[in-house]
C-alpha cells in the first residue's frame, strides 16, 4: 500500500490491483514454493504421539478432553485414548498401553515439544525430563521432538485427530470414561482391519512385516503409579483429583499415603491397614465403601478428640466454644488450625492469650495469624514495659 502511494505520487497511473499481480509475476516480496518433501520410515523405526483437544459427552455431560493418539510410521497401525486430563503419569500410561497394543517396542517415539515430556530445549537439542527418561529407558526407546515449526514431521499423527472426531465421535455418547476408551479400542481394531485408499493396504497386514521388527516388551513391565499424602478429612474421606475416597472413621485426623495406579486407588495408614477403590477420572465424585458405611438406622460414632484439641481445652476449657467455631469456620485445615491454638496458647502468657481470644470470639474473628498479633499488642503493652529511668 505504501509503494502504491508513493508511484501514484511520482505520476504513474495504475491501481493497487495491478501492482499487487506485477508483484506476484515478478516474484517481488513472494516466498519461493518449495515442494513438499516425504518422510520415509523403515519398519519398527518410529511411533508418533502427541494430543489434541476434542470435546466428548460423558455420562450425559460435556466435557473437554485430551485424545492422545500413537501412530505405527511404518504400517499406520492407530491406537488412541481420550481423558479428561492429561499430565505425565497420564502419558506414561497411554504409552504403556499403546506398547502393549503393538506388542513391541520401536526405536523411537516422536513427540511434539509438549512439557509433558521436555524438561528444555526443543528440536535436536530437546532434553526429557529425567523421569520420562527412566521410563524411555526402561521398554528400549528414545523420546525425539521434531523441530519447532517442523509440523510436517509428526504428519502421521496429525492426520488422524480429524479421522477420530468425525468418525469416532461424531454422534456418540458414553456412560463413562472406561466405556469411552473400551469402544475407542473396538474402533481401532476395525479401524486398523480396513483397507486405506492412501496407503494402498491395511494396517494390519503392513503391521504384520513391522512387528517383526519390533524390539520385544520387557518381560515385567512394572505398574504405572504416582504417590500422594493426605490427612482423612472429619468425614472420614481423602480428596484426590477433586474426588473423595472413604475410609474407616477411626483413620480421621491421621496421615495417609495415596498409591493412585491406572485402575485403582490403594490408601494405606500403615502396613497392615489398606483400603482399595477403583479409580474413577471424573471430577466431584465421592466414593463410598460398602463397610464405611454405618449401619442403618445408626448415626457415625462420635470419635475421640485429636490431641492438640484435648490439651486446649484440658489447658484452657473457657474457650471451648472458640475452639468448636474455629473448627467450623477457619479457614485452614482443623488439625493445622488447632496445631497453631496450642503453639499460641503454650507460647503466650495466658491473660494476654484470653483476652485477645475473647475478642475475636466477639467479632467472629478466626484467622489465627491475625489472633496472634493481637496477642502479641497485649503482650508488647502489659509485659515488657521499658524502664526510661534506668541508664
Not at 518433501?37 to 489434541?52: L, M, N, R, V
Not at 503392513?206 to 518381560?219: I, M, Y
Not at 482399595?276 to 478428640?305: D, F, N, S, Y
Request: charged content about 30%; some cysteine; glycine content about 6%.
Amino acid at each position: 500500500m505504501r509503494v502504491h502511494e508513493e508511484l501514484t505520487a511520482s505520476g504513474a497511473l495504475l491501481s493497487y490491483q495491478a501492482l499487487t499481480a506485477f508483484c506476484r509475476r515478478h516474484g517481488i516480496g513472494q516466498t519461493p514454493i518449495e515442494p513438499a518433501g516425504q518422510y520415509h520410515f523403515e519398519p519398527g523405526a518410529e511411533i508418533q504421539h502427541d494430543t489434541s483437544p476434542h470435546e466428548v459427552e460423558v455420562g450425559g455431560k460435556t466435557y473437554k478432553a485430551q485424545t492422545a493418539s500413537a501412530v505405527l510410521c511404518y504400517s499406520r497401525l492407530l491406537f488412541f485414548q481420550i481423558n479428561p486430563t492429561f499430565q505425565r503419569f497420564d502419558c506414561k500410561v497411554f504409552l504403556t498401553e499403546a506398547l502393549r497394543y503393538a506388542g513391541g517396542v520401536p526405536r523411537r517415539i516422536m513427540i511434539d515439544n509438549t512439557h509433558v515430556v521436555v524438561l528444555r530445549g526443543t528440536g535436536r537439542e530437546m532434553i526429557p525430563v529425567p523421569e520420562m527418561e527412566a521410563f524411555a529407558e526402561r521398554f528400549g526407546f528414545d523420546f525425539v521432538a521434531h523441530e519447532r515449526g517442523d509440523a510436517n514431521r509428526s504428519g502421521r499423527v496429525e492426520r488422524p485427530f480429524s479421522f477420530i472426531e468425525n468418525n469416532f465421535l461424531a454422534g456418540r455418547t458414553f456412560s463413562s470414561w472406561n466405556d469411552l476408551n473400551h469402544q475407542a479400542r473396538q474402533w481401532c481394531d476395525r479401524v486398523n482391519a480396513t483397507y486405506k485408499k492412501h496407503i494402498r493396504a491395511v494396517p494390519r497386514e503392513l503391521f504384520a512385516v513391522e512387528r517383526l521388527h519390533l524390539k520385544p516388551l520387557p518381560a515385567w513391565i512394572p505398574e504405572v503409579y504416582r504417590l500422594h499424602e493426605r490427612t482423612v478429612d472429619v468425614e472420614g474421606y481423602v480428596s484426590l483429583h477433586s474426588t473423595r475416597y472413604s475410609v474407616p472413621v477411626s483413620w480421621i485426623g491421621r496421615r495417609v499415603e495415596i498409591r493412585e495406579t491406572r485402575d485403582k486407588v490403594e490408601i494405606e495408614l500403615d502396613a497392615r491397614h489398606l483400603v482399595t477403590h477403583a479409580r474413577t477420572v471424573a471430577p466431584m465424585q465421592r466414593i463410598t465403601l460398602a463397610e464405611h458405611k454405618p449401619p442403618r438406622g445408626e448415626r457415625v460414632k462420635l470419635i475421640e478428640r485429636n490431641p492438640e484439641e484435648q490439651a486446649i481445652l484440658h489447658t484452657a476449657p473457657e474457650i471451648a466454644g472458640y475452639v468448636t467455631e474455629l473448627k467450623q469456620k477457619g479457614r485452614k485445615v482443623v488439625a493445622l488450625s488447632l496445631r497453631q491454638l496450642l503453639r499460641l496458647l503454650r507460647e503466650y502468657p495466658r491473660e494476654p492469650f484470653l483476652a485477645a481470644v475473647r475478642e475475636a470470639a466477639q467479632y467472629g474473628l478466626y484467622d489465627l495469624d491475625r489472633l496472634e498479633r493481637m496477642i502479641l499488642r497485649r503482650v508488647a503493652r502489659d509485659y515488657f514495659l521499658l524502664d526510661l529511668d534506668h541508664d
